[in-house]
């Protein structure tokens, strides 16, 4: 639509939509949705503390506020488009049953999905080595030392725990690929 605004878009008159080409600037729908956008991510990061979002609560808001946002920009826009249902164009429609959709979506989840995900973190041993690391490292040359014995008829441990040990510690791999191992 046409905008007399210091933050108008000039539109050049061989650009012009027809029965437009007496008006010279318009409404920067892109930079409206950009602004529209980063007032989403606020809102996002906003709620996701707040609310302690998880389980794709937050993408389901952001659906919903994405699809809410569209539908007014699309309705300054005066590029064609069917008009659906009056003056509602299709462009608008769609953001409309986006939104919808990611409305019902975070309902949903938020009654059959509720709270966050289950938060994962390693424990370290007083030097700051990964316990479970170095529990894994201990099994798996437990494993290892069994299957060089059946191979090489009861023989192997050094050679199992030099292989474990240059795959379990870093630089190391790179320190030996010129021995030839």
Not at 2 to 19: N, V
Request: proline residues 4%; charged residues 25%.
């Amino acid at each position: 639509m046409p905008l007399d605004s210091p933050w108008a878009l000039e539109i050049d008159a061989a650009h012009r939509l027809p029965g437009f080409e007496q008006f010279a600037t318009f409404h920067p729908t892109f930079l409206y949705e950009a602004a529209w956008n980063l007032f989403v991510v606020g809102v996002l990061l906003w709620a996701d503390k707040r609310f302690m979002l998880g389980r794709g609560k937050v993408f389901a808001l952001y659906i919903a506020l994405y699809g809410f946002g569209r539908f007014f920009t699309e309705a300054i826009r005066l590029d064609y488009s069917y008009d659906t249902f009056g003056p509602i164009r299709f462009n608008q429609f769609v953001a409309m049953l986006i939104c919808i959709g990611g409305v019902l979506l975070l309902a949903w989840l938020v009654k059959f999905r509720p709270g966050r995900e289950e938060v994962i973190e390693f424990r370290t041993d007083e030097t700051g080595k990964d316990e479970d690391a170095l529990s894994d490292t201990a099994q798996l040359q437990g494993e290892l030392e069994i299957s060089g014995q059946a191979l090489n008829g009861g023989g192997g441990r050094d050679d199992v725990v030099d292989f474990v040990t240059l795959m379990t510690e870093p630089g190391r791999a790179e320190a030996t690929q010129t021995d030839g191992f």
